[in-house]
């Protein structure tokens, strides 16, 4: 009580929902994307697509909860669009990022009928939602695309910090244990994947890389916390893929730019 205590109050902690099968569910989460990864681009695009896509729902329902008159459909079905258009095209996926926030503007115009501070604020709550959710799975399936061992190599890292994060993180007293134990566990694994020579990357490269993933995670788990009305909300979908939410764009562009 004294540990939740000191967390309740801060807006941009990350949570640790230890209530459940946590630890299988990840691995059960981490089993399915590999298979899906190994099947294919259609596959990766279903998987991660419908993940991102309850992120983005469970997000904008907390919002709901909270008496906020927002629709968590809107978040699930624009976000899932943009990442099956990603598997088509990256100018298809940059195409429906337009879409979400144009329908989010006018879906939020429509039922504010006419009251344009309510109709911006309606917006605003779907965007900061369904936004960085269909940028982030979008951009994992690119990367996928461009180079397949560079986007198992990404979830090998995220999953090592997940590891590592949520097996410390979750009884420790601060906010800094679980985080720091995640960066180790990234960095051994960037040791394996430089040893074994995963393509695109040379040495060098696994090592730049990798170096992103744990400050990229924690990031992302705080840019999930402010996607949220409080850091407790609960929102497993997105709590699944936070980790996901900067590490997967920054890959894609870093590899797309300075390796392919």
Not at 26 to 33: M, Q, R, T, Y
Not at 159 to 177: H, K, M, Q, R, V
């Amino acid at each position: 009580m004294r540990k939740l205590r000191a967390r309740s109050g801060n807006r941009y902690l990350v949570h640790y929902d230890i209530d459940g099968p946590r630890v299988r569910l990840g691995l059960a989460w981490f089993v399915g994307a590999v298979a899906a990864l190994a099947l294919g681009t259609v596959a990766t695009a279903l998987y991660f697509g419908l993940a991102f896509a309850a992120a983005a729902s469970h997000a904008l329902r907390t919002w709901r909860a909270r008496g906020a008159p927002v629709d968590p459909r809107v978040a699930l079905v624009t976000t899932a669009l943009t990442v099956a258009a990603a598997a088509v095209h990256p100018r298809a996926m940059g195409v429906a990022v337009l879409v979400l926030a144009v329908a989010a503007v006018a879906l939020a115009a429509k039922d504010a009928a006419g009251d344009l501070g309510a109709a911006f604020a309606r917006a605003s709550l779907t965007l900061q939602t369904a936004l960085p959710a269909a940028v982030a799975g979008g951009c994992f399936v690119l990367l996928a695309e461009l180079e397949l061992w560079a986007a198992i190599s990404l979830l090998l890292l995220v999953s090592a910090y997940e590891t590592g994060d949520f097996l410390i993180g979750s009884g420790s007293a601060n906010a800094f244990e679980g985080p720091l134990a995640g960066g180790v566990a990234v960095l051994v694994v960037t040791l394996v994947v430089a040893a074994l020579g995963f393509p695109p990357f040379g040495v060098g490269e696994a090592f730049a890389f990798g170096l992103l993933v744990a400050p990229g995670a924690f990031a992302g788990q705080i840019l999930a916390s402010v996607m949220l009305p409080h850091a407790r909300a609960l929102a497993p979908a997105l709590r699944r893929v936070d980790s996901l939410l900067l590490t997967a764009p920054l890959w894609y562009l870093g590899i797309d730019v300075l390796i392919v």
